[in-house]
C-alpha cells in the first residue's frame, strides 16, 4: 500500500486541443492517484485523455461532459473506484459541479469545481451553494477542489480584482474547518495559478479546501506549471494558461 495519496487538480484549457498529448505525459509524470481536471470537454481530444488516463491507471471515471460537446466541463479520474454522492446543497450549475466518493483504502470525497466568472450572473449562488454545501457537510473526510475564479484581496492577486463577496467565501469555509491547503501549509506565501493576458498580473484562482476530519492527512500542496518534457523556456503557459495544484495525503 503507498504511504499517500496524491491528487492533481489542473484547468487543462479549452478540453486540451493539440496539446491534449504533451497534458497526457505530464499527468503520467506527476504520478496521480486521483486528478480532477476543469475546462474537460466531450471533444475528441479530450475523450482521448480519458482512455490515456484509464490506461495508465485511472481507469475509475466520472465525468459532466457531454458527448460531442465543446463545453466545458469536468472529469474525476481515480486509481479507485468512485461513486457519485448527489447532495441537495450542491450547485446546480450545469457541467461545472461533480461531487464523488472516492472508494481508496481510506475512502474520502472530492467537490469538483469550476466557478463561473462574475461577469456571467452566476457566480453569486455557485459560491453560496458550496458554502452551505460545506456548511451541512457530514459525509466524512472531504475536500473540494478547483477552478474558483476567486481569492483574497491583496493576498491571491497582483492588482485589485477580487470583490468582499469572494474573499467573504474563502474567509468562511475557513471559519467553517474547511482550510485551504495551500495556506494551511504555506501561510501567506505569494503564489499565482493564472496571468491575465494583457498586464500580465498574477492570480491565485485554483485552491483546494480540505475538511476538519480530513486535515490530519494533508502532507503537502504545491503550485507547478505544466512543461514538455526537458522544456526550458520560462513561458509558464506551454500546456495550459492554469499551474496545477498537487496536493498529497497520507494513506
Given at each position: 500500500m503507498?504511504?499517500?495519496?496524491?491528487?492533481?487538480?489542473?484547468?487543462?484549457?479549452?478540453?486540451?486541443?493539440?496539446?491534449i498529448e504533451l497534458i497526457a505525459d505530464q499527468l503520467r509524470r506527476w504520478q496521480?492517484?486521483?486528478?480532477?481536471?476543469?475546462?474537460?470537454?466531450?471533444?475528441?481530444?479530450?475523450?482521448?485523455?480519458?482512455?490515456?488516463?484509464?490506461?495508465?491507471?485511472?481507469?475509475?471515471?466520472?465525468?459532466?461532459?457531454?458527448?460531442?460537446?465543446?463545453?466545458?466541463?469536468?472529469?474525476?479520474?481515480?486509481?479507485?473506484?468512485?461513486?457519485?454522492?448527489?447532495?441537495?446543497?450542491?450547485?446546480?450549475?450545469?457541467?461545472?459541479?461533480?461531487?464523488?466518493?472516492?472508494?481508496?483504502?481510506?475512502p474520502f470525497a472530492i467537490g469538483a469545481m469550476h466557478i463561473p466568472n462574475r461577469v456571467t450572473g452566476r457566480k453569486g449562488d455557485y459560491l453560496a451553494s458550496v458554502l452551505e454545501l460545506t456548511r451541512r457537510w457530514r459525509g466524512g473526510p472531504a475536500l473540494i477542489v478547483g477552478d474558483t475564479n476567486s481569492g483574497r484581496i491583496d493576498l491571491d492577486e497582483e492588482v485589485p480584482t477580487f470583490d468582499r463577496r469572494e474573499d467573504r467565501w474563502m474567509r468562511s469555509l475557513d471559519a467553517g474547518g474547511w482550510a485551504d491547503a495551500f495556506r494551511a501549509l504555506h501561510g501567506e506565501r505569494r503564489a499565482y495559478t493564472w496571468y491575465s493576458p494583457n498586464g500580465r498580473n498574477g492570480f491565485r484562482l485554483d485552491e483546494a479546501f480540505i475538511n476538519r476530519a480530513l486535515q490530519p492527512r494533508l502532507r503537502a500542496a504545491r503550485y507547478v506549471w505544466g512543461k514538455p518534457q526537458g522544456e526550458r523556456t520560462p513561458r509558464r503557459e506551454v500546456l495550459s494558461d492554469h499551474a496545477a495544484l498537487i496536493v498529497d495525503f497520507d494513506a
Open positions: 503507498p504511504d499517500h495519496v496524491r491528487l492533481v487538480a489542473w484547468n487543462i484549457r479549452a478540453g486540451g486541443g493539440r496539446r496521480p492517484d486521483v486528478v480532477a481536471l476543469s475546462e474537460f470537454r466531450g471533444t475528441p481530444a479530450s475523450a482521448w485523455l480519458a482512455e490515456e488516463l484509464a490506461a495508465r491507471g485511472l481507469p475509475h471515471q466520472r465525468t459532466t461532459a457531454e458527448s460531442a460537446s465543446a463545453v466545458n466541463s469536468l472529469l474525476v479520474a481515480s486509481r479507485w473506484p468512485i461513486r457519485t454522492r448527489p447532495n441537495a446543497a450542491a450547485p446546480t450549475e450545469p457541467n461545472r459541479w461533480l461531487l464523488a466518493g472516492i472508494q481508496a483504502p481510506t
